[in-house]
C-alpha cells in the first residue's frame, strides 16, 4: 500500500526512473496504484539501456519518453549538468 500523501505527491510531479526493468514488481504495484487514479504525469522519464519493444510499448502508453542509456553514463551527464547550472547560479 502506498500511503495517500506520498501518492499525491506522485500524481503532480514529473518522474524519472532509474535503473527499473518493467520485471520489477515494485515497479509494476507503484504503476498500477497510479494508473488507477490517472495516466503518469506527462514528461516523465525512464532511463533504460536497448529497451526491449514490450518495455518501449509500455512506457510510451503510460506517458514515459525513454531515455536510451547507460544509466551510470546518464548519472555522470546529470551530475555534470546540475553542477554546471551550480556554478553559474
Request: charge should be positive.
Amino acid at each position: 500500500m502506498i500511503p495517500a500523501p506520498l501518492l499525491a505527491r506522485w500524481r503532480n510531479s514529473k518522474l524519472l526512473f532509474l535503473g527499473y526493468s518493467l520485471r520489477d514488481w515494485n515497479l509494476r504495484v507503484i504503476l498500477r496504484r497510479l494508473h488507477r487514479s490517472r495516466r503518469l504525469p506527462i514528461h516523465s522519464w525512464a532511463v533504460l539501456l536497448n529497451p526491449e519493444n514490450a518495455e518501449e510499448q509500455f512506457w510510451s502508453r503510460n506517458n514515459v519518453e525513454i531515455l536510451n542509456s547507460p544509466l551510470a553514463d546518464f548519472i555522470e551527464g546529470l551530475t555534470a549538468e546540475l553542477q554546471g547550472r551550480r556554478l553559474n547560479g
